[in-house]
């Protein structure tokens, strides 16, 4: 499988780097006793003490699989939820019980099958990567060096800590995303048999919360796609593919022909919706690039995650409907932090320019956070406070005629001329490929109603220091 991630909080100590060129895998043979050893020591891994800022470890090649029969057995499939429950109690986040979690290594064989269906037809295809299991065993990492949450030194404070403690993306939720991406790679290798599916996004960014949907990336080939063409008629095979083949298992799939096209899914078995693009890779990047700043200071977290709530409370967190997307408003809440008299967050390219350059390999990208020591800010507001300084910054403060939101530049800088940012209402930076993140939002009535929310939430917030104010938290939490 391809390093899909190291999902330990970074950064750590970069000793099990792989070097494998992860587009031309050299084969190994193992003997069919050394497969049933590796399936027998994954069934018996200990889930149980997994918590969200837990280290996470991916494999680094495909799961196991069969000649004959890639996905299907003919049994039905075993229920997991029981060693999962949704709604277990959670570990405080400074426990010292917590250790390092192994995920999808290699998926089992027979104890772990999420489907029952036998295959609609035979292939004598065998992926290379079929070829290439290595034997399980734990790597190492360091525990993360943020394991708590900030104090909440007054009453707002204390409501967005626990909206955030309520609401983040637990280890079972990841763990349900990263099963399902791992048997769709499986499938779409019967296709593609060198492409690798990466799950990013708000999933592995640090980000997330349970309701949060997944985003899967479809790698082909190194090269650049042509989004028009090439990746349309890809993913029209692949559309096709779950609508036959998986027909039983997968729900609603759906090909959008967008800017960048997607196939839109729901699994079944997992209940997530799924967003599937091809070799959009700067979406790799960018999840990495995020969940650097994700964990280098204790109070981004906590912010985002309430700041997506509000906005998704008040209609303007969705591209589909002409307002902010969610990777927008994580990256106008990294750059209020970014330009705060006192700031609370650097500008990560500009410090690290070889961490995060696009230079940098696709399947080294998830190493790339190792070399980020922590950021120490002198600015010791409170949560409250930075939600309150960030609904007036953009209310009151930021210009939106004539500046562009930059996370790369770490301060608000002129727009350009080119007809990207021409005439745009609202200017976001991608931070690697240089897009406008918030082109969605081209109708001045949108635009409007996204200042007035600010304006409106900034001035209510502000006399009565309550988040319900501004965001119902018995909404909120029901939702997740």
């Known amino acids: 499988m391809f390093p899909n991630s190291i999902l330990g909080r970074p950064p750590f100590t970069p000793n099990h780097q792989q070097h494998n060129n992860f587009f031309a895998l050299s084969p190994t043979l193992y003997s069919h006793q050394q497969l049933i050893d590796a399936q027998y020591n994954f069934q018996n891994i200990d889930f149980s003490r997994a918590v969200t800022l837990q280290p996470l470890t991916y494999g680094t090649v495909s799961p196991i699989q069969t000649s004959t029969s890639p996905l299907f057995r003919g049994r039905k499939r075993i229920n997991d939820e029981k060693s999962f429950p949704l709604d277990g109690k959670r570990q405080r986040f400074h426990s010292p019980h917590q250790e390092p979690t192994i995920i999808n290594q290699i998926v089992p064989l027979s104890g772990d099958r999420r489907y029952s269906m036998p295959p609609l037809f035979h292939t004598h295809y065998v992926p290379d ?9 734990e790597i190492p990492l360091l525990e993360p060096r943020e394991i708590t949450l900030p104090e909440a030194k007054d009453k707002l404070s204390q409501q967005i800590l626990e909206l955030f403690e309520t609401c983040q993306q637990q280890a079972s939720d990841l763990k349900k995303k990263e099963l399902c991406r791992a048997q769709l790679q499986r499938e779409i290798q019967l296709l593609f048999p060198q492409s690798r599916l990466f799950l990013v996004g708000s999933s592995l960014n640090g980000f997330g919360a349970r309701s949060s949907d997944g985003d899967l990336c479809l790698v082909v080939k190194e090269e650049p796609v042509n989004q028009k063409t090439e990746a349309r008629h890809i993913l029209t095979l692949v559309h096709k593919h779950f609508c036959t083949r998986l027909s039983g298992y997968i729900e609603r799939p759906q090909l959008i022909r967008a800017k960048v096209p997607i196939v839109k899914f729901r699994d079944k078995v997992s209940c997530v919706e799924f967003d599937l693009n091809v070799n959009n890779t700067v979406g790799i990047r960018n999840t990495f690039l995020l969940r650097t700043y994700a964990y280098l200071e204790n109070r981004v977290r906590p912010l985002v995650l309430v700041i997506k709530k ?26 209020y932090l970014q330009t705060l008299p006192e700031p609370i967050l650097p500008s990560l390219q500009k410090i690290y320019p070889e961490s995060f350059s696009t230079s940098v390999q696709l399947h080294l990208v998830h190493h790339t956070p190792c070399n980020v020591p922590p950021y120490l800010s002198k600015n010791e507001s409170s949560l409250g406070d930075l939600l309150l300084g960030f609904l007036k910054y953009y209310a009151t403060e930021f210009d939106w005629n004539t500046q562009m939101i930059s996370v790369r530049e770490a301060k608000a800088i002129p727009r350009p001329e080119d007809i990207e940012w021409r005439n745009k209402y609202i200017c976001v930076e991608e931070p690697f490929d240089g897009t406008n993140t918030a082109r969605a939002v081209h109708e001045k009535q949108k635009f409007d109603m996204i200042k007035d929310q600010f304006l409106k939430s900034w001035q209510r917030l502000k006399n009565k220091r309550d988040l319900n104010s501004v965001l119902p938290l018995r909404a909120a939490t029901l939702k997740r």
């Open 129 to 137: 990567v079929v070829r290439c299991v290595p034997p399980l065993r």
């Open 310 to 335: 509000w906005a998704s409370h008040h209609d303007i967190n969705d591209a589909s409907r002409g307002t902010l997307s969610s990777y927008s408003l994580v990256l106008m809440v990294l750059h």
